[in-house]
């Protein structure tokens, strides 16, 4: 099929290019009359304008990108969900990329959009994350971006999260008060910025309290963990009370304990960062710390649009912090 | 900070811009030592293409795009990490659109994809989308469309999907098998041809083996939902194995069941088509026909990257059937 040019409209109505154009881009000097005429035929004629060549007029993609490192977990798919819900009310479309929890994707992914596809970013970074460079590069282009929950602490930029601090605190607090002796920490990578703040409110508790406890570094790979963790649990001085710092690893964690029919929670309390809708329907009902997922992808979406809108280049070095609550269910029964 | 030009680039190797530009795309007409000088000053620079300027030119954006119905979802989630494996391979980047089975946005996205921004498409319809005039649009413009999952069976074009009649079929001869008397379906839309194959083997191993059945017209409504079962669970003529043809109706009924105390298997047996990880982890263990949906989401992009390396305007009109496995687990336990 042939496309419809701006040119053969502009014949048909007997009307010059540059009048056609401006009608189409609803330009305050043309005339409601002409507008009218342009866009009827314009539409019967089902003329569509190239994106390529009016992005390259207007710079403007009415596009944002959201980069994250994977979608198999609940707290990005929902938090996505609220993205797009304040991007659809500005009229924007919403680009999702994966990073896989590898630098080398995230840092081509972030070069590819350096190039004028987005007006804006909204990124959490992967577990591998140190340099931030390719981040950096957005403002120097003027390209704003929002991070959020997988954050970079020395990047001067808006970040959304939740209280990590407060969460890890709590959660070893709860471990505790149900009777815990030995607890551990499983951390994804201590390179992520809310892995040190969760494990340093877990930290701080368990200090406070005189618990023993440890810290078992896990890695982005499954087999990996599942490794790890009947490792642990096979042990002759294991824990009797486990926080699982991200979802992903309390999933792993249950279905190690399954496997080595360890029972939860007489043998072992779990408690795990999680936005995962069926934790009351897991065997046992798993008690979670729930990050408010949708809301920090609204509050992210929303911080992006003010600084779009306002043509801001950057957006304000500023953390909005949104709390998570602490919800106990059966796997810390005491 | 200003972006080096390729005017800029060429006026400091003293060459024309059109060498610049053809030695930068690795033109054959240009030499290899003057490639080298080029590329050489334009990473010492920072140079980077315009995309929109470049994409203008090519006509290629390296991209393809994925239209799904939601992301909170196991199978789109793990369909799409075998999407992007096939991409990544083939130098390609992802673009993921998401409906919310709503077929306004759908068409917007689609309309919106027409313009050159991706060289293909891989897409599973919302379960509203009757009218399909915005999946041909794709075929009309040259840019192929594979259909995976949730496909129209009126397109001519190629279509990934699993053996959804004999998962019916065999859902509810498992049913019948464990003692069940009076079967329900659980259907999604009348309008999904995923559904309607799913229903039709359901039926016919019904009414072969002379079993009552009934089909439960549900929504994409989650309240709406736990509102139906909850309903169809108090009745006194309540059925006695039930088969959720898609995940979340499944996963709504667990939590209907467990809200009104029903007893799963010894008072009710449940079977769900799903590809979530957790089955065996939930109370109890459920059974689950699994789709292969790394696999459907490798073979969708497969067959995409076939017809885009041919320059094919479309892909052939087929139906790839990857089949789907019955997992037995203690829901419908006899």
């Known amino acids: 099929m042939s496309k419809i040019t701006i040119k053969e409209l502009a014949e ?17 000097e043309t005339s409601e009359e002409t507008k009218k005429r342009v866009k009827a035929l314009a539409d019967e004629l089902g003329y569509r304008p190239d994106v390529y060549a009016s992005n390259l007029r207007s710079k403007k993609s009415r596009t944002i990108g959201v980069i994250i490192p994977e979608i198999t977990n609940s707290f990005f798919s929902l938090a996505i969900n609220g993205i797009e819900e304040v991007a659809r009310q500005n009229g924007y479309h919403v680009l999702i990329y994966l990073s896989h929890e590898d630098y080398e994707q995230e840092a081509s992914v972030a070069r590819l959009l350096l190039d004028g596809r987005v ?13 931030t460079a390719h981040i950096e ?21 808006l970040k959304v999260i939740t209280d990590d601090y407060n969460s890890g605190y709590k959660s070893a607090l709860h471990l505790i008060e149900q009777g815990c002796k030995k607890l551990a920490y499983l951390s994804l990578s201590k390179h992520l910025s809310i892995d040190q703040r969760r ?39 294991k824990p009797d009370g486990i926080f699982a710092s991200v979802e992903k690893l309390g999933i792993t964690l249950y279905q190690v304990c399954h496997e080595l029919n360890m029972q939860i929670p007489s043998q072992l309390k779990i408690i795990s960062f999680s ?44 953390e909005i912090i949104v709390p998570s609550e602490l919800v106990v269910r059966k796997s810390t029964k005491a």
């Open 137 to 157: 590069a957005f403002n120097k282009r003027g390209i704003p971006v929002v991070l959020f929950d997988r954050i970079c602490d020395g990047l001067n930029t």
């Open 275 to 318: 936005s995962i809708k069926i934790a009351p329907l897991l065997q046992p009902p798993l008690t979670t710390i729930t990050q408010p997922a949708f809301e920090i992808g609204r509050k992210a979406s929303a911080a992006l649009f003010r600084a779009l809108k306002n043509n801001f280049l950057f957006v304000e070095n500023e």
């Open 119 to 131: 007006d804006g970013i909204l990124m959490s970074v992967g577990c591998a994350t140190t340099n």
């Open 199 to 237: 494990k340093s409110g877990f930290v701080d508790a368990a200090n406070q309290h005189n618990t023993t406890f440890e810290i078992i570094c896990c890695s982005p790979d499954e087999d990996e963990n599942i490794r790890i963790l009947s490792e642990l649990l096979s042990s002759n001085n």
């Open 12 to 28: 048909r109505l007997n009307l010059s290019i540059s009048t056609v154009s401006r009608a189409l881009s609803d330009s305050y």
